[in-house]
């Protein structure tokens, strides 16, 4: 019972580490420039940063390396609000997963009906999103109002535009 108990344990102990993405480990690049630290001898440390530092430097102009800060990061997850992406932990900001864009608030560039009658909204970013519901709209549209995009249930988004009624929609492109 004992053999069980523990082998329960350590699995379950196991698979935290096994759960981690392969892409929280850091590049080699960036490990041999942090790797200087440890030299004692200041000219031994210093030529270690200057060769490093010039691999890093490489290895991001070549683009094998990718570098961005949090801002960015927000950014990108504001831009693709509502696709549905696979989930390749590229946005991922670390600490700050509770910063995940739940709704969107922006203008519209322009808006028409298509030809069941449901409204095609464009963005000011570019985004298109379309009406997946039957709901009626009191005014129609227009470039320029204010619309306010959030998920809902079920991976669905519903979305305010000006003061009216919230529609349900999906995001196209």
Same mark, same amino acid.
Do not use: H
């Given at each position: 019972? +004992?053999?069980?108990?523990w082998?329960i344990l350590?699995a379950g102990?196991?698979? &935290?580490?096994a759960?981690?993405p392969?892409?929280?480990?850091r590049p080699?690049a960036l490990?041999?420039?942090?790797g200087?630290r =440890?030299?004692?001898? %200041?000219?031994? +440390?210093l =030529?270690?940063y200057?060769?490093?530092?010039a691999?890093l ?10 570098v ?5 990061i927000?950014r990108a997850?504001r @831009?693709i609000?509502g696709l549905t992406l696979?989930?390749?932990?590229i946005? @991922?900001g670390?600490?700050d997963?509770?910063?995940e ?8 560039? %322009?808006a028409?009906?298509?030809?069941f009658g449901?409204w ?6 570019? =985004?298109?999103w379309?009406q997946?519901?039957t +709901?009626e709209l009191a005014r129609? &549209?227009r470039p320029?109002d ?5 998920? =809902? ?7 305010n ?6 529609i349900?929609?999906?995001?196209e492109?």
């Amino acid at each position: 019972m +004992r053999i069980l108990i523990w082998t329960i344990l350590l699995a379950g102990a196991a698979a &935290p580490a096994a759960a981690q993405p392969a892409l929280q480990e850091r590049p080699e690049a960036l490990t041999r420039v942090t790797g200087c630290r =440890a030299i004692q001898s %200041s000219a031994e +440390r210093l =030529a270690c940063y200057d060769e490093s530092v010039a691999a890093l430097d490489a290895a991001q102009s070549s683009n094998q390396l990718v570098v961005v800060d949090r801002s960015q990061i927000r950014r990108a997850r504001r @831009s693709i609000f509502g696709l549905t992406l696979p989930d390749l932990d590229i946005f @991922s900001g670390g600490d700050d997963e509770e910063e995940e864009v739940a709704t969107l608030e922006t203008t519209i560039r %322009s808006a028409t009906q298509n030809g069941f009658g449901k409204w095609i909204v464009i963005l000011a970013d570019g =985004a298109r999103w379309i009406q997946v519901d039957t +709901r009626e709209l009191a005014r129609d &549209p227009r470039p320029g109002d204010t619309i306010r995009i959030r998920r =809902a249930a079920m991976g669905s988004y519903l979305a305010n535009i000006g003061r009216q009624i919230a529609i349900r929609m999906r995001r196209e492109r």
